[in-house]
């Protein structure tokens, strides 16, 4: 609803032999939010059962631009890249509050644009046994560490990526071989840094995970061919893993090199450029209208005190309404008030201003008491602020009359 209250709601309403009450009423008065709905069914002879469920009062609908694929199920969104390119986020995904980020559930969001595809890279560790009947010293250690870097040479013209500099005897391959009191036993880690996530084979073109080829390398050398292989993913600063693929942050994002994934630039910030570690402020006194701008001209909104926010349809910074508040600059939006909350004015500056409490249905305050509302007379909780006549030629049954529907009596 954009309407910060709604009332009315039609409840589904379960079936079943004997009486059933509901947690919620459709007549009460409800802002957005999620709500547990519960049913209890009691039949007569005191047998009772439960169904649960949730009340959705979305705070609007999500926008898709016209060039996104929204055709799936889930609400999510993905825009139309081509074979080298990719969303960095896996979707932009509206919520079932109708919201792309439920946190901040105002904010407008720009989507980003397909960002450059490549594969992951992995460094990867192995460890093994190796047993020589002839010992194990300095010169076998030699000898070990040299079959090593002959093999992953030879595994490489196969598999090309695993040995990145075979002139130096594969520059990117760490051997660390110890002794063990046997005198025989030698304990073996090799690691392999900065190598592609898959490799393909030179001649039959299947592809293949570096962890599985390094394994299979090194059974030939391992005790009772048992070798244990750790991987660990990573992608170059400016690009974020999304399994086994690298994707670039694109204009209007930022790459957090706490998190590595990609961010939407926030308010009063931009990036138009790729792969870049922070945002862009605007000018001073301006801001922008969506997380996620690409471009320095979308810093053309006026940055907006407290108490206000930027009216798009007036270009102007506009009072928030009796309700709302605002405690931050530069918002494109007013928070409301808790639920049963008010403020005594508009242009609130704070969540303490929602300090004026709402008489409930069918009563308006009056020298600081709430009173029933007269005959023929209504009020709607915290939709009306007093008491409102009946339609001509109409009254209502009672004082303290709560709806419009209540006004059934013909004059």
Known sequence: SKERLV????LPKPTGEGNI?????????????????????????GNYDTCRSKLYVQYGFCEYPPQLDCSNQTQSCLPPCNSSL?????????????????????????????GQRTDALVNVTANFQNVSDSGCDSSSKTDLESDIIQLAKNVDNRWPGLCLEQRDNCS??????????????ANVV???????????????????????????????????????????????MGSELVEDTCIACTPGMFYDTSTKACHLCSLGSYQDENQQTS??????????????????????????????????TTEKCMECQKGFYQDKVGQTYCEPCPLGQDTPDVGAI??????????????????????????????????????????????????????????????
């Open 21 to 45: 009450t509901s947690s919620l009423n459709e007549d009460a008065t409800y802002t957005w939010g999620v709500y547990p709905l519960i049913y209890v069914l009691k039949d007569t002879e």
């Open 190 to 236: 090799v690691t392999v840094n900065n190598v592609k996530a898959k490799l393909k084979h030179a001649t039959f073109g299947n592809v293949e995970t570096t962890e599985q080829i390094l394994k299979f390398m090194l059974k030939m050398l391992a005790l009772d061919k048992k070798v244990n292989v750790d991987t660990k993913k990573y992608c170059k």
């Open 86 to 114: 990719s969303f960095p986020q896996d979707s932009m995904v509206c919520g079932k509050l109708g919201t792309y980020d439920w946190k901040n559930p105002f904010v407008k969001h720009i989507f980003p644009s397909c």
């Open 279 to 312: 945002c862009k402020s605007c000018p001073s006194g301006n801001t922008t209208m969506a997380k996620g701008s690409q471009l320095l001209k979308h810093c053309s909104v006026p940055s907006c005190p407290v108490g206000k926010s930027y009216n798009r």
């Open 350 to 411: 704070s969540k303490s201003n929602c300090n004026k409490e709402v008489c409930p249905s069918g009563s308006e305050k009056i020298r600081g008491k709430c009173e029933l509302c007269p005959l023929g007379y209504y009020r709607r909780w915290y939709i009306d602020d007093i008491c409102l006549p009946c339609p001509t030629g109409t009254t209502t049954k009672a004082v303290g009359s709560k709806k419009l529907t209540d006004c059934t009596i013909r004059k």
């Open 7 to 10: 009332e009315g709601i039609p």
């Open 172 to 185: 990117n391959m760490n051997i660390v071989i110890e002794c063990q009191n046997d005198g025989k036993t």
